[in-house]
């Protein structure tokens, strides 16, 4: 079955820029969505179909994916940022949505 | 933007049932697609269940297949998960989350609600 593997942390000071990866099989045609989930507040779809932003959201979000890697990119990191964000992939092959394990953002 | 809200969560004994619903408002819930997602304490997002516009032909995740059912009634604008043979393992958070895109299986969840929790315990 397809799997999704994100690290578990990944840490940056204010004003860096953090990228956070998310690795599968191959992404090839499949769209890579990223969310942002903070503690006791539901996730929000920070980027779609790979590196399309939902409108409000800031340019400081970008996204990319090459082979087996996409990327979640946060520049010019807040504290706000901190948060645990999320991959998702919907597989066509078993018609199931698919989630990373997270990763941890901490903005030090 | 349009929202969603859960309810039904609670506390329940292992091996019984439960039935969740999701209300729909604020946007035309018969032309996007709708999923159920979880989360244990402490864990990771879990995807559970997809129920496409029209209602047919759902799917769900191996771990909760042939115990759960998704279904939805798009007159009453609202979405269900009956929960049977309830497990420990299923204690967790449940959202539902609207596809973006409309008519469509795939692509992001950009609308959820707050969740509602379900707690599986003798």
């Known amino acids: 079955s397809y799997v999704l593997t994100q690290p578990p942390s990944v840490s940056v000071a204010p004003g860096q820029t953090a990228r956070i990866t998310c690795e599968g099989d191959?992404?090839?045609?499949?769209?890579v969505q990223w969310y942002q989930e903070k503690p006791g507040q539901a996730p929000i779809l920070v980027l779609y179909?790979?590196?399309e932003r939902p409108s409000g959201l800031p340019e400081r979000f970008s996204g990319s994916s090459s082979g087996k890697t996409a990327t979640l990119t946060v520049s010019r990191v807040e504290p706000g940022d901190a948060a645990d964000y999320y991959c998702q992939v919907w597989d066509s092959s078993s018609d199931h949505v698919l989630f990373g394990g997270g990763t941890k953002l901490t903005v030090l | 933007q349009g929202q969603l809200e859960e309810s039904g969560g609670g506390v329940v004994r292992p091996g019984r049932s439960l039935r969740l619903s999701c209300a729909a408002s604020g946007f035309i819930f018969n032309i996007y697609g709708i999923n159920w997602v979880r989360q244990a304490p402490g864990k990771g997002l879990e995807w559970v269940a997809f129920i496409p516009y029209h209602g047919s032909n759902p799917s769900y995740a191996n771990s909760v297949k042939g115990r759960f059912t998704i279904s939805r009634d798009n007159s009453k604008n609202t979405l269900f998960l009956q929960m049977n043979s309830l497990r420990p393992d299923d204690t967790a958070v449940y959202f539902c989350?609207?596809?973006?895109?409309?008519?469509?299986?795939?692509?992001?969840?950009?609308?959820w609600g707050r969740g509602t929790m379900v707690t599986v315990s003798s």
């Open positions: 989350a609207k596809v973006r895109g409309a008519v469509v299986s795939g692509g992001g969840l950009d609308i």
């Open positions: 179909d790979g590196s």
């Open positions: 191959n992404f090839g045609r499949k769209s």
